[in-house]
């Protein structure tokens, strides 16, 4: 038996872990935090000193007994979770509930998993930080504060299921406000004059006009000006300039820079960074820091000198600019620079490479630049064209990387070919583009993150979980949103004539970029309306700052809770009491025939337009929005429209064809098979005719292309791509095959294939009794019974289960019907109920 236990969070990074260590140390996982806030209730103290009620969930009540019989044999237990402010509170909570001695327990602490950083940590243990501890308490129970009260007042003024949260909601705000902006911008239009010159030696080269003019006819005029000009070079400058490196990874340049150059969303990028510190190739991925130990720059320089030459190499230390960044900490960076790729799967493979040459680059020598700029004058005017080119004279650290640019219209500066003063240039054209002012762009996950940082809103660990929340809750979307066109002028003077075109272009669309839904639209409205201080940017950011005073123990957690629930909590009451229900609503006018109100809302499943309400006699008249139109934007016309749907077109084999909107989008329905219209077509304008040859073409795809085992295959394409559909079972259809071209032996083997994969993914299968125990992805199982599944983690051994504890787990989390709920106080829905306490304050001992 071992003689030291080692607890981490991550069973990976245990893996790693064990491989440095001897026979005496068993390494074993908590599985990320052992205990937490329960679910069903507040579970904080707000009429004591909100202490938190803190529980072990049922999936951790195995990982606890295996961790309490393992620490009971051991001499020694060393507390090694990840050195931030989550990593100590899931030490903490591994102290407090498996009742470690003191004296038999320390706790270690390492930004990267070598073996010369775990041996260098367990020589200088430390105990567990408590203002760390404290910190992390005061983000979670503040959290849960705003959350359990705040949520139900949206249940009651503005529709069921919808949440809120402190870091969250400040997030959508950001989004909401920017498409306000992009809704309500108006573009001024003016005229940009663009040329293209020959040199005496053939070479040609473009140039501009600095300010463009504001009128189409000072942009003719122009042109006309310039009918029979000669042009010469004016003046010529050239000066010597540099370019130096970006500094090293933190959390959310790393998150940005992945976005720009890999594509990776914000979750995506942390889970690869994660497997990659987990297995030892980079240092801890939740950093605001961009410092260097001295260890890795001598390990940055000899790479650099090895790979490159002495000239590329100097070494710098930055100085970070992020509000309460840590400075004890290291940027991410690689583990070992000699290592310029690892072994891993593709993804973590480009992931890492970015890092190590970003990392690499912050300690080699700058670019060596040469930047010229020309005036071009004219004989027949006083407006000078201007050029600027810019030479490399030594590549530097761009010989590895440049960072990339959130700007999507930087132009950047090209080459020219020589060039002289006085020398005679030919004109090959000069045009007057018309150009329009932008709207501010939407955010992107990445730019999202950079402005939460500069508002000092969140910290590293908490971008990529926000993101996602609001993404999940449909407070916003990655949104497609589609272009107009847009009509402009282009006058163009070639051979000394000048030649009118008007020229189309798509303006407004966006793919990718965050977009508020109507849902997160109307929260936010009614946030902003009744917690105005809560998604201030200022008390939201000044809150971070006071989790890092707590953090450095300059603050106490428990007083910072009491001043914020005596303003917050009274606030709540009011609100519950007195704000209006109609959120969101907006009155377009009457209908002609009972002069009812119309208006927008949204309802139980999205936005919608009604005619009447509640308080009349007659029930009032509903219909669903289209996907393309929302609260904000739909007129008095365009509502009025969608009462003529649904709208029968006939029949078809003796079955009703109609065709209405869905939550969806437009659909043609016949008897019970449903076919979507094609994008940006209106369902008012489909008539028997085009549901027919939708239906039709519904049949053709929907019919069997082969028969195996007397039983029909049909395929189609569906979410995730090509499949064929047999025996009730989707197989999906990789690129390897003809799709369009399937051969008999093609079907038969994706079947086959299939069916061998079902078979194997079966751990138990009792089929009197209709359940199944099957593999999941990421080492975990399910528990199947008909409709119901029940994921299994990783610590349960599914191939050992029996029957009997089958069926009671089935019986302990299988979902319950619901009963009628009854009717609870204001008080209660606003989350304010007395909870038990359980005395698990963390102390300084």
Do not use: C
């Amino acid at each position: 038996m071992a003689k030291n236990l080692v607890i981490v969070e991550s069973p990976a990074k245990a893996k790693t872990i064990e491989k440095f260590l001897g026979k005496d140390y068993k390494v074993a996982s908590s599985f990320g935090h052992i205990a937490d806030l329960p679910s069903k209730e507040m579970g904080v103290d707000t009429e004591g000193d909100f202490t938190p009620k803190y529980i072990v969930s049922k999936d951790k009540k195995d990982v606890v007994r295996k961790l309490k019989s393992l620490a009971k044999v051991a001499d020694m237990v060393w507390l090694a979770s990840d050195e931030d402010r989550e990593g100590e509170a899931i030490a903490w909570h591994l102290a407090e509930e498996l009742h470690l001695d003191k004296a038999k327990t320390k706790r270690i602490v390492f930004h990267e998993i070598t073996k010369s950083a775990i041996l260098r940590a367990i020589d200088n243990p430390r105990g567990i930080n408590y203002n760390l501890v404290n910190a992390q308490q005061a983000r979670r129970v503040l959290d849960r504060l705003v959350g359990y009260e705040l949520s139900p007042i949206l249940w009651r003024k503005v529709k069921g299921g919808l949440s809120a949260g402190r870091v969250q909601s400040v997030s959508v705000r950001l989004i909401v406000e920017r498409e306000r902006e992009i809704q309500n911008f108006k573009a001024e239009a003016s005229f940009r004059i663009d040329a293209e010159f020959t040199t005496e030696e053939g070479k040609t080269f473009k140039a501009k006009l600095p300010k463009n003019f504001d009128t189409r006819t000072e942009a003719e005029q122009f042109l006309s000006q310039n009918l029979e000009a000669k042009f010469k070079i004016a003046d010529l400058t050239t000066k010597p300039a540099k370019k130096s490196p970006a500094p090293p990874f933190t959390t959310s340049t790393l998150q940005q820079e992945a976005a720009r150059k890999l594509y990776f969303s914000v979750s995506k990028t942390m889970t690869m960074a994660q497997r990659l510190y987990e297995a030892g190739h980079i240092t801890y991925m939740r950093t605001d820091s961009v410092n260097l130990s001295n260890d890795a720059q001598k390990g940055a320089k000899n790479e650099i000198l090895k790979a490159y030459g002495d000239k590329y190499s100097k070494s710098r230390q930055f100085k970070g600019k992020t509000k309460g960044a840590q400075e004890a900490h290291e940027a991410i960076r690689p583990t070992n620079f000699e290592n310029h790729t690892v072994n891993a799967e593709r993804d973590e493979q480009r992931l890492y490479e970015l890092i190590w040459k970003r990392a690499i680059a912050s300690q080699m020598s700058d670019a060596q630049l040469e930047r010229t700029n020309v005036k071009i004058e004219a004989d027949k005017h006083d407006k000078q064209f201007t050029a600027n080119g810019e030479v490399l004279k030594f590549d530097g650290f761009l010989k590895v990387y440049l960072e990339g640019s959130d700007e999507e219209d930087e132009e950047r500066d090209g080459m020219l070919p020589a060039l002289r003063v006085n020398e005679n240039l030919e004109n090959n054209y000069i045009t007057a583009t018309e150009r329009f002012t932008r709207p501010p762009y939407r955010y992107t996950e990445a730019s999202l993150v950079k402005k939460l940082e500069e508002l000092g809103i969140g910290r590293p660990s908490t971008y990529a979980p926000t993101i996602s929340t609001i993404q999940n809750r449909n407070y916003i979307e990655k949104g497609s949103v589609d272009g107009t066109e847009r009509k402009y002028l282009q006058f163009t003077l070639s051979d000394n004539k000048i030649q009118e075109n008007t020229l189309n272009e798509t303006v407004g669309s966006d793919k990718g970029k965050l977009v508020p839904t109507d849902v997160g639209m109307v929260v936010n409205d009614f946030l902003v309306t009744h917690f105005s201080n809560i998604l201030d940017y200022n008390f939201t950011a000044k809150v971070e700052q006071d989790f890092d005073d707590i953090a450095e123990g300059n603050e106490e957690w428990t007083k910072m809770m009491k001043n914020f629930y005596n303003d917050f909590h009274p606030q709540v009451l009011d609100v519950a009491e007195n704000a209006e229900r109609e959120v969101g609503e907006r009155v377009l006018g009457k209908d002609p025939e009972t002069g009812k109100p119309v208006s927008v809302r949204l309802g139980k499943f999205g936005p919608m337009v009604q005619i009447g309400s509640v308080e009349d006699d007659e029930k009032p008249k509903f219909a669903s929005l289209g996907p393309d139109q929302t609260l904000d934007s739909v007129t008095y016309e365009e509502a009025m429209d969608l009462f003529q749907l649904p709208k029968n077109l006939g029949e078809y084999k003796g079955e009703d064809v109609e065709v209405n909107n869905g939550r969806f989008g437009p659909y043609v329905k016949f008897g019970k098979k449903y076919v979507s219209l094609e994008k940006g077509e209106d369902p008012l304008n489909v008539d028997y005719d085009r549901a027919l040859e939708l239906i039709k073409e519904k049949e053709k795809a929907d019919a069997p292309i082969y028969e195996y085992k007397d039983l029909p295959v049909q395929k189609g394409v569906g979410r995730f791509g090509p499949y064929l559909k047999w025996n009730n079972m989707f197989i999906n259809v990789n690129k390897k095959y003809d799709f369009d071209n399937l051969s008999a032996e093609d079907i038969e083997a994706l079947i086959e294939d299939k069916i061998k994969k079902e078979r194997e993914k079966v751990i138990h299968n009792w089929e009197e009794e209709g359940i199944r125990v099957e593999k999941a992805r990421w080492g975990r199982s399910n528990i199947i019974k008909g409709k119901t599944k029940i994921e299994m983690p990783k610590t349960v051994d599914a191939a050992k289960l029996t029957l009997e504890e089958v069926k009671d787990i089935i019986e302990q989390k299988a979902p319950k019907k619901k009963a009628a709920k009854k009717k609870t106080t204001a008080r209660k829905k606003t989350g304010t109920a007395k909870t038990t306490k359980k005395k698990t304050t963390a102390k300084k001992k």
